[in-house]
């Protein structure tokens, strides 16, 4: 997939236009757990409008907690949750397994609670 294939696969997935995104970094600002994310909110939506496909490889997109506070404050609407939801699906469409059972420990299994396990098999798993 080509950088602008890519571009319009979001666009396809989220019902969402990047190219809406002014860059002015009220979502990186609104993001509840922009401590952990290597790149902020307006830098994923810049990558999306360039059509750079490392967006692809960023840890950000799985830390996302679809809080939707940044959909809530984005002035130009968008819906920046569900364009994390988009270059997530992108990825697990390939395949690609970001949280694999076999690389939970059985001590962690003992004491994780069943909800997490499947939510975060939801979330992460191809
Ligand atoms: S809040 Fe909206 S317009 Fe502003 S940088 Fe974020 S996505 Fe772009
Ligand atoms: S929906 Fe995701 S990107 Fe937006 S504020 Fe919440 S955690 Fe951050």
Redesign the pocket.
Known sequence: MTGDEMTWKVREISEQNPF?????????ASCTVRGVMDLL??QV?RLIQLGNDKVLENRSIWMCTTCLT?TA????G?D?ARVMEALRAINLRKGQDILAPEDISGELLAEIPQMALTSGFRKLSA
Not at 73 to 76: A, G, L
Request: contains cysteine; charged residues 15%; hydrophobic residues 30%.
């Open positions: 809406l995104c002014m860059q002015c970094g009220l979502c990186s909110p307006r939506m940044c404050r984005c002035p130009r968008i920046i």
